[in-house]
């Protein structure tokens, strides 16, 4: 199975995140998990906002 597209959308702002930080470079693991929850934050309000209103939910946009 390939990639979700919230994984790609995560992947895309996880990318955002480390780069206006300066990089990940020797920064504390649970720095770096913050930023991974940021990231699935991000994806999750980019799948919700592909949805018009009244006519879906996230959980059926994340399945395809």
């Known amino acids: 199975e390939g990639m979700s597209l919230r994984d790609y ?9 480390i ?5 990940a470079g020797h920064r504390e693991l649970d720095v770096l998990e913050k930023d991974a929850r940021r990231a699935y934050a991000y994806a999750d ?6 949805i018009p209103k009244g006519t879906g939910s996230l959980s059926d946009e994340i399945d395809d």
């Open 45 to 50: 309000a980019m799948i919700q906002a592909r």
């Open 9 to 17: 959308f995560a992947a895309k702002a996880l990318q955002g995140i």
């Open 19 to 23: 780069s206006n930080e300066g990089g």
